[in-house]
C-alpha cells in the first residue's frame, strides 16, 4: 500500500517571465497517510520510501527523456546526466516540479520549496561505474545544511543491477572529511574518509515510480550494474527557500523557485519549449 501525504495549503511558485512550465492537472495529486510515521522513521534512520508516486505515463517519458539526452548529448555517460542540463530543459523542470513530489518535499521542509540540484544516475546493463561512501552534503554549498534528496525510480532498482545502499542512523554523525579514490573508477572520484562497516548497509530495493528520501548526512552508496537490465533514478536536490545557495555563480545553475516565496536566493528563469529543440512531452505548449 502507498504511503501517501497531501500538504493542503502548499502554493505554487509565481510566474516567471519565461513560459512556465505547464502545472499538473489537480487530479494528480497525491494523498499521503501515517505523515507522523514517516517523518519518526525518518528521523530515526534518516531515510524513508515512497511507493506507487509516479503514474507508468510519466515514468515512460522520464525512461524516454534518458534516452533523449543520451542521443543529444552522445559525449556524456549514464552517470553524466546533471545538474547544468537542468534549468533548459523544460520536460527535466516540468517532472521536479510535480506536485507529488513537491508535497512530499513540502512534509519535511515546509511550503516554500526550491530545486537545488538534479541528476539522472543511469548505469547500463554490466556496466556503470560504482558511488562510494559518501555523505551528499559533504559536497555541497548550501547554508544551513537543510536539504533532503527525493531518489525517483525510473526503472527497477535491485542490488543486482547497482541500487542504492544506506546505513540507518548514520545521519546523526557529522560530515565527514573527503578523500580522492583514483584507484577504482567511480562516478565521484572520492569518499568519505571514514571505514564503513556495510554488514549494516540496508538496499533500497524500489519499482519505477518509487520514491527514497534521504538526509544530506546519511552514508550511501551503490555497486555497478552486474545484471542484463539497465538501472536508472533521477535524484532531486529540493531547499526550503530558506537554505542559501552559497556558490559564486549566481544565480546557481539549476536553482528554481518551485512553490512558495522566494526567500534568500536568486533563480533561473523557466526555459519555454521550443519544438523541435526539446524532448515533445505531455502537457508541453502547442506551437504558436
Known amino acids: 500500500m502507498a504511503r501517501r501525504v497531501l500538504v493542503t495549503h502548499a502554493k505554487k511558485a509565481e510566474e516567471s517571465d519565461s513560459t512556465p512550465v505547464p502545472a499538473q492537472p489537480q487530479e494528480e495529486r497525491i494523498v499521503i497517510t501515517e505523515a507522523d510515521r514517516t517523518l519518526k522513521d525518518f528521523d530515526r534512520d534518516g531515510y524513508t520510501i515512497f511507493r506507487n508516486v509516479i503514474d507508468p505515463a510519466l515514468i515512460a517519458e522520464a525512461s524516454a527523456h534518458v534516452d533523449w ?69 559533504a559536497y555541497w554549498p548550501l547554508e544551513p545544511m537543510r536539504v533532503i534528496t527525493l531518489w525517483l525510480a525510473v526503472d527497477e532498482s535491485t542490488p543486482e543491477n547497482g541500487c542504492v545502499r544506506v546505513i540507518p542512523g548514520s545521519h546523526k554523525e557529522d560530515l565527514h572529511e573527503l578523500r580522492t579514490r583514483d584507484d577504482v573508477d567511480n562516478v565521484l572520484g572520492s569518499e568519505s574518509a571514514i571505514t564503513v562497516d556495510e554488514s549494516a548497509a540496508v538496499d533500497l530495493v524500489l519499482a519505477p515510480g518509487d520514491v527514497e528520501v534521504h538526509h544530506p548526512n546519511i552514508l550511501h552508496a551503490s555497486t555497478a550494474n552486474t545484471s542484463p ?55 508541453a505548449p502547442d506551437p504558436a
Not at 527535466?92 to 538534479?118: H, N, T
Not at 529540493?238 to 546557481?252: D, G, K
Open 229 to 283: 537490465r539497465r538501472r536508472c533514478g533521477l535524484t532531486i536536490r529540493y531547499i526550503p527557500t530558506s537554505t542559501r545557495i552559497t556558490s559564486e555563480q549566481q544565480p546557481f545553475v539549476s536553482a528554481l523557485l518551485l512553490r512558495g516565496q522566494p526567500g534568500v536566493n536568486v533563480y533561473q528563469p523557466f526555459p519555454a519549449y521550443v519544438p523541435g529543440e526539446h524532448m515533445p512531452f505531455a502537457g
Open 69 to 137: 539526452l543520451h542521443a543529444r548529448y552522445p559525449d556524456r555517460l549514464g552517470e553524466d546526466l546533471a545538474t547544468e542540463l537542468v534549468a533548459g530543459d523544460p520536460f527535466w523542470v516540468r517532472l521536479v516540479g510535480d506536485d507529488r513530489l513537491l508535497d512530499i518535499a513540502e512534509l519535511f521542509l515546509g511550503p516554500d520549496l526550491a530545486l537545488f540540484a538534479s541528476h539522472y544516475i543511469s548505469k547500463p546493463p554490466f556496466s556503470g561505474k560504482p558511488v562510494l561512501w559518501h555523505q551528499d552534503g
